[in-house]
């Protein structure tokens, strides 16, 4: 008799990696063997570009590097605007996203990633802006990646506060281990595919709401809860109607995400500076109680926050629309999943899992 199938691969092992290590049991995410935490309070962007794609840990001048060819990237990615025909006009933010990263043309392992990397942000920046029927912003090229993210959604270059958050959340989002669009980047690179491909395939894996499209919804939570005394009677009312408590839980971590930490230091940061995160205080209130009652109604189950709830907050508090909270995860995703598609390459064999038929039997007739 075969095997089970395990649902969803479920503790199939399907690569080896120096990339990232996420232990879900004791809350810990290691990128290339630096925790999280200290990762997104020490780093830049570049940085992580950089130790993702070299292997250690960046000089200030090969960081400098990066981002001078970064900046490039997103000059040359400008350029194509007119050329992207009807993908900026599309009402959804991945599916502009996914359309026009397909025109950009494979070259080389290395130039792909930092040529994919550098577009992401301004077709984004682009489509938000042509949403508000206002027109695309160009680059500067001696801003970091992501003060020129920020300068081309709104038009004026922001306040270092802002920057150093989307730096956070752009370092706590970069690598996370086998997830979904990670996984579908490295099928695509194992047929021998470019990198654009594998690219695109991944953001078409993240549109999924499964797998990226919590953060907005978050706000959508906090708006409706309002204030901290509605909190524990909103919460009852959705756990009784049956509904999920957005940014709570998680297929990995059976403890709080330690990216949520991550990021609600960054949101604390950020506050102490006196920009934004005017939801901080509610999201915190309402992440606590959220999971006392979540604890009494699934005592077996582990529902603490993940990357997403504090994600929704920092993300608009830097000014972020809930609109593009998927691209902007994609922005710094991109990153880990062209590190992964470098790396399947190493192993040069055809990922091509087995199936187990539970069809009708040899022989049946109609």
Same mark, same amino acid.
């Given at each position: 008799?075969?095997?089970?199938?395990?649902?969803?691969?479920?503790?199939?092992?399907?690569?080896?990696?120096?990339?990232?290590?996420?232990?879900?049991?004791?809350?810990?995410?290691?990128?290339?063997?630096?925790?999280?935490?200290?990762?997104?309070?020490?780093?830049?962007?570049?940085?992580?570009?950089?130790?993702?794609?070299?292997?250690?840990?960046?000089?200030?001048?090969?960081?400098?590097?990066?981002?001078?060819?970064?900046?490039?990237?997103?000059?040359?990615? @400008?350029?194509?605007?007119?050329?992207?025909?009807?993908?900026?006009?599309?009402?959804?933010?991945?599916?502009?996203?996914?359309?026009?990263?397909?025109?950009?043309?494979?070259?080389?392992?290395?130039?792909?990633?930092?040529?994919?990397?550098?577009?992401?942000?301004?077709?984004?920046?682009?489509?938000?802006?042509?949403?508000?029927?206002?027109?695309?912003?160009?680059?500067?090229?001696?801003?970091?990646?992501?003060?020129?993210?920020?300068?081309?959604?709104?038009?004026?270059?922001?306040?270092?506060?802002?920057?150093?958050?989307?730096?956070?959340?752009?370092?706590?989002?970069?690598?996370?281990?086998?997830?979904?669009?990670? @996984?579908?980047?490295?099928?695509?690179?194992?047929?021998?595919?470019?990198?654009?491909?594998?690219?695109?395939?991944?953001?078409?894996?993240?549109?999924?709401?499964?797998?990226?499209?919590?953060?907005?919804?978050?706000?959508?939570?906090?708006?409706?809860?309002?204030?901290?005394?509605?909190?524990?009677?909103?919460?009852?009312?959705?756990?009784?109607?049956?509904?999920?408590?957005?940014?709570?839980?998680?297929?990995?971590?059976?403890?709080?995400?330690?990216?949520?930490?991550?990021?609600?230091?960054?949101?604390?940061?950020?506050?102490?500076?006196?920009?934004?995160?005017?939801?901080?205080?509610?999201?915190?209130?309402?992440?606590?109680?959220?999971?006392?009652?979540?604890?009494?109604?699934?005592?077996?189950?582990?529902?603490?926050?993940?990357?997403? @709830?504090?994600?929704?907050?920092?993300?608009?508090?830097?000014?972020?629309?809930?609109?593009? @909270?998927?691209?902007?995860?994609?922005?710094?995703?991109?990153?880990?999943?062209?590190?992964?598609?470098?790396?399947?390459?190493?192993?040069?064999?055809?990922?091509?899992?087995?199936?187990?038929?539970?069809?009708?039997?040899?022989?049946?007739?109609?």
């Amino acid at each position: 008799m075969s095997a089970p199938a395990a649902s969803g691969l479920d503790g199939v092992v399907v690569a080896h990696t120096t990339l990232s290590e996420v232990d879900g049991e004791h809350g810990q995410l290691v990128i290339r063997g630096y925790p999280i935490e200290s990762l997104v309070e020490r780093a830049t962007f570049e940085d992580v570009c950089a130790l993702l794609w070299n292997g250690v840990w960046p000089s200030t001048a090969e960081s400098a590097v990066v981002r001078m060819a970064l900046a490039k990237a997103r000059a040359d990615a @400008f350029a194509m605007l007119p050329s992207l025909g009807g993908a900026l006009g599309m009402p959804d933010g991945m599916e502009s996203l996914r359309a026009a990263v397909g025109h950009l043309v494979s070259i080389d392992p290395s130039s792909d990633r930092l040529r994919l990397t550098g577009a992401i942000p301004v077709f984004a920046a682009a489509w938000a802006r042509q949403q508000l029927h206002q027109p695309p912003v160009s680059p500067r090229p001696l801003l970091s990646h992501a003060a020129d993210c920020l300068q081309m959604l709104s038009g004026y270059v922001p306040e270092p506060a802002l920057v150093r958050a989307l730096d956070a959340y752009w370092c706590c989002v970069a690598e996370h281990g086998m997830n979904a669009s990670t @996984f579908t980047a490295r099928v695509v690179a194992s047929t021998g595919s470019d990198t654009v491909s594998a690219i695109v395939a991944a953001i078409g894996a993240l549109k999924g709401p499964l797998h990226g499209g919590a953060p907005g919804p978050v706000l959508d939570m906090l708006d409706a809860i309002g204030n901290v005394s509605s909190i524990r009677a909103w919460l009852e009312a959705e756990l009784a109607a049956g509904r999920r408590i957005m940014g709570l839980g998680h297929r990995i971590y059976h403890v709080r995400d330690p990216r949520a930490a991550a990021l609600e230091r960054a949101a604390s940061v950020l506050e102490a500076s006196g920009l934004a995160a005017e939801r901080l205080p509610l999201a915190r209130a309402v992440e606590h109680q959220a999971e006392r009652l979540l604890a009494e109604r699934y005592p077996d189950r582990r529902l603490r926050a993940n990357v997403e @709830f504090y994600t929704a907050v920092l993300l608009d508090s830097v000014g972020i629309p809930r609109t593009l @909270f998927s691209p902007m995860f994609a922005a710094s995703r991109v990153v880990g999943w062209c590190a992964h598609v470098d790396e399947q390459r190493t192993v040069g064999r055809l990922i091509r899992p087995a199936s187990i038929y539970v069809g009708p039997s040899t022989g049946v007739t109609r």
